[in-house]
């Protein structure tokens, strides 16, 4: 059901885009005002977000690690899964965002026959969600070429990495191909696994769909049905200089592209996707392990009024003294 | 808000990187810029072995085809669409027409951050020099 609903959904984005490029003639609508709109909506999303975040406070000091936590001068600490430092707390991030440390701890657990509960170890989430996100990474740099004018040096030395093997002509890319891969094992680790597809929701379909599309869309104009790349260059470099045009004669197939973009840059800001700034932001990880040296203080203590034991026994002495209770301080002759 | 100056900083990066083609190209002013190609003078114009809408899209396909013909196969000759014989040749029939490589394939693939490897073995041709 949520499968079907995310299709249907990505079905409909497509022959919304079809039929008014194509019948309604809306071109600008769809290359110039909806891509602006998606934009500002996708920065001034993820900015508010994470201002919202930030007006937040972190009550307790609850970086979750595995490793050994610094103390005593001969116990060997583990700094990056464990840090006390800054500099480890940068370094473990850096594990985090560029390499999925956590995913990489990936357990599974199964009940096999006997009944025995197995635990074990599973890489292939880890080893997916990695080769999408860096490839995804890659393609949205070598799309600097469209929005760059003179190409930043950046890109041909991604292209000639990514089409090292010279395969046809246009140079055939891996990350092409992983990313479809990537994006194909993701979603039918949902669907095949059944405890996952029990939890697996519309919100977790649609983004697959979503950047699997753009990808395929991506790939038909790079392999297949060709676009005039020059008009599409001078329509992205009019977006972004602020003197938007819409160049005659872009096929179809590319505003389907740009709508797709901008359907996942609008969506961005409200969807699960936002854990690429909540990464940064996620106590567990960037706080430093430092809690036996430095004390944290919970932002939004307040005052508390305390009664003390001393102000307890100044209060109730004389009734302690008559029955017999011990006393830190004695009663004051008279 | 708690720990500002690193939201805000952060912020500043992200948006930043994700506003830097605006940057660029307001730096470097060639956001108008479009390539320019010149084409064959009159005298020498001849029917070319397509069509321009076709040879805009497919010309890499086409040379690919054409390379893997002459090199693998040993044909030489490539038949157009209007019935044409055409020798298969980067050099004597691309070149032979669009005979100054900065000012026609060059201006597209720069211009998109192509970096065909033609090159690598054919050698370029340039207007003036060219004797056939």
Same mark, same amino acid.
């Given at each position: 059901m949520n499968i079907l609903f995310s299709l249907f959904a990505i079905v409909i984005i497509i022959v919304a885009v079809t039929l008014g490029v194509e019948t309604a003639?809306?071109? +600008?609508? +769809?290359?110039? $005002? $909806?891509?602006? *709109? &998606?934009? &500002? #909506?996708?920065?001034?999303? $993820? /900015?508010?977000?994470?201002?919202?975040? *930030?007006?937040?406070?972190?009550?307790?000091?609850?970086? #979750?690690? *595995?490793? !050994? !936590? %610094?103390?005593? %001068?001969?116990?060997?600490?583990?700094?990056?899964?464990?840090?006390?430092? #800054?500099?480890? /707390? $940068?370094?473990?991030?850096?594990?985090?965002?560029?390499? @999925?440390?956590?995913? @990489?701890?990936n357990t599974k657990t199964e009940l096999k026959n006997g009944p025995v509960l197995a635990y074990g170890s599973s890489k292939y989430l880890w080893l997916g969600a990695l080769a999408f996100h860096w490839t995804f990474f890659v393609i949205v740099l070598r799309h600097f070429r469209y929005f760059m004018e003179p190409v930043p040096a950046f890109v041909p030395f991604l292209q000639d990495l990514d089409g090292f093997f010279q395969v046809g002509l246009p140079i055939l890319y891996a990350s092409d191909v992983i990313i479809v891969a990537a994006l194909t094992f993701l979603f039918l680790r949902r669907v095949f696994d059944s405890k996952l597809r029990y939890i697996s929701l519309a919100s977790d379909y649609f983004p697959l769909f979503l950047i699997l599309s753009i990808a395929i869309t991506g790939i038909l104009m790079r392999y297949f049905t060709r676009v005039d790349i020059v008009n599409v260059k001078e329509l992205a470099l009019g977006l972004f200089s602020f003197h938007p045009v819409i160049p005659e004669g872009i096929g179809v197939i590319f505003y389907i592209h740009l709508f797709l973009v901008s359907t996942l840059l609008a969506y961005f800001p409200f969807s699960k996707l936002l854990h690429m700034p909540g990464i940064f932001l996620s106590p567990t990880r960037n706080l430093a392990n430092n809690s036996r040296t430095k004390r944290h203080v919970n932002p939004w203590e307040y005052p508390v009024r305390v009664h003390t034991y001393e102000e307890y026994e100044d209060e109730f002495r004389e009734k302690m003294k008559a029955t017999g209770l011990p006393l830190e301080k004695e009663l004051e002759e008279k | 808000m708690y720990d500002s100056g690193k939201i805000i900083l952060g912020l500043i990066i992200f948006v930043g990187l994700f506003t830097s083609p605006i940057w660029y190209d307001l730096a470097s002013g060639k956001a108008a810029d479009k390539p320019n190609l010149v084409f064959p003078t009159k005298e020498d114009q001849k029917e070319c072995v397509n069509t321009a809408e076709y040879m805009r899209e497919f010309h890499m396909d086409l040379l690919n085809v054409w390379r893997d013909e002459v090199v693998r196969k040993g044909v030489r000759t490539y038949t157009s669409n209007t019935g044409k014989h055409f020798e298969m040749s980067l050099t004597k029939t691309c070149t032979g027409c669009h005979s100054n490589k900065a000012e026609f394939c060059d201006q597209c693939h720069n211009y998109l951050g192509v970096t065909p490897y033609c090159w690598n073995c054919h050698v370029e041709p340039h207007s003036a020099e060219i004797k056939r």
């Open positions: 003639k809306l071109d +600008f609508l +769809f290359g110039v $005002i $909806i891509p602006y *709109a &998606a934009i &500002a #909506t996708f920065i001034l999303g $993820i /900015v508010l977000r994470v201002i919202r975040w *930030a007006r937040s406070p972190v009550p307790y000091h609850i970086p #979750t690690v *595995a490793g !050994q !936590q %610094k103390s005593l %001068k001969w116990i060997k600490s583990s700094k990056l899964e464990s840090p006390s430092s #800054t500099l480890g /707390v $940068i370094g473990r991030m850096c594990l985090e965002i560029l390499l @999925f440390r956590s995913l @990489f701890r | -």
